[in-house]
């Protein structure tokens, strides 16, 4: 078998800034090619990122790898990372997350307000 460097594929609207409230939950999908295989490991500001299966989960499949924050908190903003490696190489792919918040209801009245042309 002819080793092929892992390559990473996702939707280009994650080459923007991610944003979210805080309390909500933010998944990054990255489909994976190579041969053999590739394991994935996830990054968060240059750490290792475990699974906790929680709050934070990991989820790797042969063609995919999936990265799910639950509740997500204003101190986990920053830049997450995926590399992924075989025999051939590794290659990686970096997201940035900013999370805004706490997201309240009077927020949410505000902009519910808003929309209805009250100028609240």
């Given amino acids: 078998m002819v080793a ?11 080459n923007s800034m991610l944003s979210c409230w805080s309390g909500t939950s933010i998944t990054i999908d990255v489909d994976i090619t190579g041969r053999p295989d590739p394991t994935a490991e996830w990054f968060f500001n240059d750490r290792p990122l475990s699974s906790t299966g929680v709050h934070v989960n990991v989820q790797t499949y042969a ?5 799910t924050l639950s509740k997500v908190r204003p101190g986990e903003g920053g830049l997450y990372k995926v590399k992924v ?7 990686t792919a970096t997201f940035i ?6 997201y309240t209801k009077s927020v949410a009245v505000v902009l519910r ?8």
């Fill in 113 to 120: 307000s808003w929309n209805l042309g009250l100028g609240l």
């Fill in 63 to 67: 063609r995919r790898t999936r990265l």
């Fill in 97 to 102: 997350v900013e999370v805004k918040g706490p």
């Fill in 85 to 91: 490696t075989n025999k051939a190489g590794a290659n």
């Fill in 4 to 14: 092929e460097l892992p390559k990473l594929h996702y939707d280009e609207r994650l």
